[in-house]
């Protein structure tokens, strides 16, 4: 036979049929050829023709063929039983390609790209490169004298694929063969671009993909196990899913589904919104909001200061002046950028090529933004966080350098400047964070889907403003699993419910103890749970504890102010007790506004000679505001106006306005740190009980707001002698000779501590100052059992908080117990405990009552 194959021509009766254009077909192995020549010239017969093996792969079964016009043959007839009754011989498997010798880089198997005289049948190994062969058929052979839809009308044609062959009258040869899936492949054989003995390293723009476990060797032939057996690769980070870092696609289904709920939440958004701007001025929403397309046209003009409530407009502009003013600052701070840009690229480039290099800038221990490892890994992912940084510093700088601006509008401008820097960071965009392409990888998208979905749900639960899902809510019910220390209400009015817990001594000590919380937030911060509760901590060491809890105000109560939170507060709350215990002392506990509270209430009581308070404990309270760090941002006239025009036409401050005040303190941890969770990553929020806590608003009725923001934030009247008038008193702290325990945090960005210690230098009784780790809230919770944090200790009181600072003995641990300690010379003796209800006051309902159960936003 021949080496070379005889020239191929084209069949007239194909040439009919077939398309005018006919791929060539690839060369096929002489006896291939061979045997088809010889069958073309023998006479057709009605039969399947076998098809030609090749070595190395899988013989396959062989079909009936489309009926010819053919004489018979007895030959032919004995040739179809013969081949009914002997099996089709199997054919040697190729032998699997050697495993190249281990090296320093990864095991990869040494492939030479074959020349290809062969067709492309699978099982070849030289073929693995080409990954169709996985996962489509072979293309069908034009056979001469067989149209294609002879070919199909052949009956049994599919019926026959992988069964035996039935006896036949005589081989044919004309007939289509069928089409055949390959065979998979080891995974070990993979065709490279060409024969390198090192693996290829992945592309530096994505992230770091999860290391493939080795396959198990045979014990046979010491080759790798076939797919099927191959280990599966193990990532680095599971995904919940399980999807191990593998690339998933969309599930239709799913997707299906999912837009489905989407379309129907956004239907509920939008039908909320129209009925929203269809309500009538005395609603309180639509002609009051500037932007409410109910609102007249002709209104527009008078209100168009409320289209910039924070100022803002005018901050930037007269910082904006100033800075050119200066252009050689302002060139200086530009060529010091260009110089960490050029630093950036050379050190980029550096690791492009393989090499080590140190980051130009990098971010603050406490920045949680960039806590994923491909930002460290991948060197365009670290090159845009460092150009981020560079960028953020440079700006920055910048506001921060102008010089000549007013002090007040210095801090707003940092502070919004800061707002803008954080809002572009690049982990809070997609494409940017290398974690949300790695998990819309992993996910197939549905990590998106989902986000959208829980955007627009927090849309629905605040009703058209987005509140952002900080936890669980339904993890957490107060009452059941939080706020659950045993008492009972025993007394209640307009503004407030009076909590008495029940003993848990058999003895307490004489004097009760009254707790006044901040109307701001809602007092079971100090009763999270039993662990880190610090009023169950108290009735433990043997007092009698009675708390406030605030009504959540609605319009009703928006003509209450300071004075009446003081009558129907403490006041009110200082007869209950003595209704209940029989005692006409107590000792008094204010957190926050409550404390200033509190010392507005002993200066009033001063002056009308009433000591019923015997000691007086502050926490983190203001009552000097000459300096209040950042708040001071949204306290000028133009603010408080656009405030209080919107506290009338509503009747209170709405709670989400102050919880989003609060939380832009600090936004990369309240605020962007649950966008890039909830939306881009698509994760349900973590049960917290704390951001539960934190999420659990109040309102604020304007009259009481307003007197407070403006009296205390804005002209900082009680600090000064008959600066506010309480009841027709005139208000003087100095006049307090109430023994003062005072606590304020180191990292407080609400109470600054420096501006709590003045009041060290107000009072005139004595004072005991103590200095506690963390801030406005983990200083203040921090029971001993935990073990955590630590704080400060001086008994010398300087007129200069940092010479108080430098004299300090810093001590591990709680706070709590040195409050216990100077408690005790003003708690009294030990009497038999009071249980509540035993006194003239009886139970009105459980602890924590009702008051406290309301929420803004469910």
């Given at each position: 036979?021949?080496?070379?194959?005889?020239?191929?021509?084209?069949?007239?009766?194909?040439?009919?049929?077939?398309?005018?254009?006919?791929?060539?077909?690839?060369?096929?192995?002489?006896?291939?050829?061979?045997?088809?020549?010889?069958?073309?010239?023998?006479?057709?017969?009605?039969?399947?023709?076998?098809?030609?093996?090749?070595?190395?792969?899988?013989?396959?079964?062989?079909?009936?063929?489309?009926?010819?016009?053919?004489?018979?043959?007895?030959?032919?007839?004995?040739?179809?039983?013969?081949?009914?009754?002997?099996?089709?011989?199997?054919?040697?498997?190729?032998?699997?390609?050697?495993?190249?010798?281990?090296?320093?880089?990864?095991?990869?198997?040494?492939?030479?790209?074959?020349?290809?005289?062969?067709?492309?049948?699978?099982?070849?190994?030289?073929?693995?490169?080409?990954?169709?062969?996985?996962?489509?058929?072979?293309?069908?052979?034009?056979?001469?004298?067989?149209?294609?839809?002879?070919?199909?009308?052949?009956?049994?044609?599919?019926?026959?694929?992988?069964?035996?062959?039935?006896?036949?009258?005589?081989?044919?040869?004309?007939?289509?063969?069928?089409?055949?899936?390959?065979?998979?492949?080891?995974?070990?054989?993979?065709?490279?671009?060409?024969?390198?003995?090192?693996?290829?390293?992945?592309?530096?723009?994505?992230?770091?993909?999860?290391?493939?476990?080795?396959?198990?060797?045979?014990?046979?032939?010491?080759?790798?196990?076939?797919?099927?057996?191959?280990?599966?690769?193990?990532?680095?980070?599971?995904?919940?899913?399980?999807?191990?870092?593998?690339?998933?696609?969309?599930?239709?289904?799913?997707?299906?589904?999912?837009?489905?709920?989407?379309?129907?939440?956004?239907?509920?958004?939008?039908?909320?919104?129209?009925?929203?701007?269809?309500?009538?001025?005395?609603?309180?929403?639509?002609?009051?909001?500037?932007?409410?397309?109910?609102?007249?046209?002709?209104?527009?003009?008078?209100?168009?200061?409320?289209?910039?409530?924070?100022?803002?407009?005018?901050?930037?502009?007269?910082?904006?002046?100033?800075?050119?003013?200066?252009?050689?600052?302002?060139?200086?701070?530009?060529?010091?950028?260009?110089?960490?840009?050029?630093?950036?690229?050379?050190?980029?480039?550096?690791?492009?090529?393989?090499?080590?290099?140190?980051?130009?800038?990098?971010?603050?221990?406490?920045?949680?933004?960039?806590?994923?490892?491909?930002?460290?890994?991948?060197?365009?992912?670290?090159?845009?966080?460092?150009?981020?940084?560079?960028?953020?510093?440079?700006?920055?700088?910048?506001?921060?350098?102008?010089?000549?601006?007013?002090?007040?509008?210095?801090?707003?401008?940092?502070?919004?400047?800061?707002?803008?820097?954080?809002?572009?960071?690049?982990?809070?965009?997609?494409?940017?964070?290398?974690?949300?392409?790695?998990?819309?990888?992993?996910?197939?998208?549905?990590?998106?889907?989902?986000?959208?979905?829980?955007?627009?749900?927090?849309?629905?639960?605040?009703?058209?403003?987005?509140?952002?899902?900080?936890?669980?809510?339904?993890?957490?019910?107060?009452?059941?699993?939080?706020?659950?220390?045993?008492?009972?209400?025993?007394?209640?009015?307009?503004?407030?419910?009076?909590?008495?817990?029940?003993?848990?001594?058999?003895?307490?000590?004489?004097?009760?103890?009254?707790?006044?919380?901040?109307?701001?937030?809602?007092?079971?911060?100090?009763?999270?749970?039993?662990?880190?509760?610090?009023?169950?901590?108290?009735?433990?060491?043997?007092?009698?504890?009675?708390?406030?809890?605030?009504?959540?105000?609605?319009?009703?109560?928006?003509?209450?102010?300071?004075?009446?939170?003081?009558?129907?507060?403490?006041?009110?709350?200082?007869?209950?007790?003595?209704?209940?215990?029989?005692?006409?002392?107590?000792?008094?506990?204010?957190?926050?506004?409550?404390?200033?509270?509190?010392s507005g209430t002993l200066a009033y009581m001063a002056a009308k000679k009433d000591a019923r308070i015997k000691s007086a404990m502050y926490l983190v309270t203001l009552t000097d505001f000459t300096d209040v760090g950042e708040l001071s941002v949204f306290i000028d006239e133009e603010q408080l106006g656009a405030l209080e025009s919107r506290m009338k036409s509503r009747g209170y401050l709405d709670g989400q306005s102050m919880a989003t005040t609060f939380n832009m303190l600090r936004s990369n941890d309240l605020i962007w740190s649950f966008v890039v969770n909830n939306y881009l990553l698509g994760k349900d929020p973590f049960p917290f009980d704390l951001l539960y806590w934190n999420s659990d608003s109040?309102?604020?009725?304007?009259?009481?707001?307003?007197?407070?923001?403006?009296?205390?934030?804005?002209?900082?009247?009680?600090?000064?002698?008959?600066?506010?008038?309480?009841?027709?008193?005139?208000?003087?702290?100095?006049?307090?000779?109430?023994?003062?325990?005072?606590?304020?945090?180191?990292?407080?960005?609400?109470?600054?501590?420096?501006?709590?210690?003045?009041?060290?230098?107000?009072?005139?009784g004595p004072v005991k100052f103590v200095l506690a780790a963390s801030g406005h809230i983990a200083g203040v919770v921090n029971p001993p059992a935990a073990n955590k944090y630590s704080h400060f200790l001086n008994d010398a009181l300087p007129a200069s908080a940092d010479d108080w600072l430098a004299g300090t003995t810093q001590v591990p641990g709680s706070w709590w117990p040195v409050y216990a300690d100077w408690l005790k010379q003003y708690a009294g003796p030990q009497v038999?405990?009071?249980?509540?209800?035993?006194?003239?006051?009886?139970?009105?309902?459980?602890?924590?009552?009702?008051?406290?159960?309301?929420?803004?936003?469910?």
């Amino acid at each position: 036979m021949a080496d070379t194959p005889p020239k191929r021509t084209r069949s007239p009766r194909v040439s009919k049929t077939a398309p005018d254009t006919v791929a060539p077909a690839p060369t096929q192995p002489p006896k291939a050829l061979a045997a088809k020549a010889a069958a073309a010239k023998a006479p057709a017969a009605k039969t399947a023709a076998p098809k030609a093996q090749v070595r190395g792969t899988t013989p396959q079964p062989a079909t009936k063929a489309a009926p010819v016009k053919a004489a018979p043959a007895k030959a032919a007839a004995a040739k179809s039983a013969t081949a009914k009754a002997t099996p089709a011989p199997k054919a040697k498997a190729a032998p699997a390609p050697k495993a190249p010798a281990k090296t320093s880089a990864a095991p990869r198997p040494k492939v030479v790209r074959a020349t290809p005289i062969a067709p492309p049948v699978p099982g070849a190994p030289h073929l693995k490169a080409h990954k169709n062969l996985t996962q489509e058929p072979l293309a069908p052979m034009p056979v001469a004298g067989v149209t294609a839809e002879k070919a199909k009308a052949a009956p049994g044609a599919a019926r026959g694929a992988g069964k035996p062959a039935k006896a036949a009258a005589a081989p044919a040869v004309a007939a289509k063969a069928p089409r055949r899936k390959a065979t998979p492949l080891p995974p070990s054989v993979v065709m490279p671009a060409a024969a390198v003995p090192d693996a290829p390293k992945p592309p530096p723009f994505m992230p770091a993909p999860a290391p493939k476990a080795e396959a198990p060797k045979t014990e046979a032939s010491g080759a790798e196990a076939p797919k099927a057996a191959a280990a599966k690769p193990v990532a680095k980070d599971t995904a919940k899913d399980g999807s191990n870092g593998e690339v998933r696609l969309p599930d239709p289904v799913e997707m299906t589904l999912a837009m489905n709920r989407i379309a129907e939440q956004a239907q509920r958004l939008v039908a909320d919104f129209v009925a929203r701007q269809a309500q009538t001025p005395a609603d309180g929403t639509a002609a009051a909001d500037p932007m409410s397309i109910a609102a007249p046209f002709s209104s527009l003009p008078a209100n168009l200061s409320n289209l910039d409530p924070f100022n803002l407009g005018g901050a930037f502009m007269e910082m904006t002046a100033r800075l050119m003013a200066d252009p050689n600052r302002l060139i200086e701070a530009q060529l010091g950028l260009w110089q960490d840009y050029l630093a950036l690229w050379q050190r980029t480039a550096q690791r492009l090529m393989g090499e080590e290099a140190e980051p130009v800038i990098s971010p603050a221990k406490e920045d949680k933004r960039f806590k994923d490892k491909s930002w460290e890994e991948s060197a365009v992912f670290d090159f845009i966080k460092q150009s981020y940084l560079l960028t953020a510093k440079y700006v920055q700088t910048a506001v921060r350098g102008v010089e000549g601006l007013e002090g007040k509008t210095a801090k707003k401008v940092d502070f919004f400047t800061r707002q803008f820097v954080d809002a572009l960071s690049p982990s809070n965009f997609p494409l940017t964070n290398p974690e949300v392409l790695r998990v819309t990888l992993e996910t197939g998208g549905d990590n998106l889907l989902k986000g959208l979905e829980n955007l627009l749900s927090d849309l629905e639960r605040g009703r058209g403003q987005l509140a952002i899902s900080m936890t669980d809510y339904a993890a957490f019910e107060v009452g059941r699993n939080i706020a659950v220390t045993p008492g009972k209400v025993v007394f209640q009015n307009e503004l407030m419910q009076l909590i008495q817990y029940a003993p848990l001594t058999e003895t307490v000590h004489k004097t009760p103890l009254l707790i006044i919380p901040p109307w701001i937030n809602k007092f079971y911060i100090l009763d999270l749970k039993p662990a880190n509760s610090l009023i169950r901590w108290l009735t433990e060491q043997g007092y009698t504890v009675f708390v406030i809890s605030w009504v959540n105000p609605n319009e009703k109560l928006a003509a209450k102010d300071f004075e009446d939170y003081m009558v129907e507060g403490p006041l009110a709350a200082l007869d209950a007790i003595k209704d209940a215990t029989g005692e006409e002392g107590v000792n008094a506990i204010g957190y926050c506004i409550g404390g200033t509270l509190l010392s507005g209430t002993l200066a009033y009581m001063a002056a009308k000679k009433d000591a019923r308070i015997k000691s007086a404990m502050y926490l983190v309270t203001l009552t000097d505001f000459t300096d209040v760090g950042e708040l001071s941002v949204f306290i000028d006239e133009e603010q408080l106006g656009a405030l209080e025009s919107r506290m009338k036409s509503r009747g209170y401050l709405d709670g989400q306005s102050m919880a989003t005040t609060f939380n832009m303190l600090r936004s990369n941890d309240l605020i962007w740190s649950f966008v890039v969770n909830n939306y881009l990553l698509g994760k349900d929020p973590f049960p917290f009980d704390l951001l539960y806590w934190n999420s659990d608003s109040t309102r604020m009725p304007p009259a009481m707001h307003s007197f407070y923001l403006r009296n205390m934030y804005q002209k900082n009247l009680l600090v000064r002698p008959g600066g506010i008038t309480l009841k027709g008193v005139p208000i003087d702290l100095r006049t307090i000779k109430t023994p003062t325990f005072m606590l304020s945090t180191r990292e407080d960005h609400i109470a600054p501590w420096k501006s709590t210690y003045a009041a060290t230098q107000l009072y005139g009784g004595p004072v005991k100052f103590v200095l506690a780790a963390s801030g406005h809230i983990a200083g203040v919770v921090n029971p001993p059992a935990a073990n955590k944090y630590s704080h400060f200790l001086n008994d010398a009181l300087p007129a200069s908080a940092d010479d108080w600072l430098a004299g300090t003995t810093q001590v591990p641990g709680s706070w709590w117990p040195v409050y216990a300690d100077w408690l005790k010379q003003y708690a009294g003796p030990q009497v038999p405990a009071r249980t509540p209800g035993d006194g003239k006051l009886k139970p009105i309902e459980d602890a924590p009552g009702s008051y406290v159960k309301v929420r803004v936003v469910e």
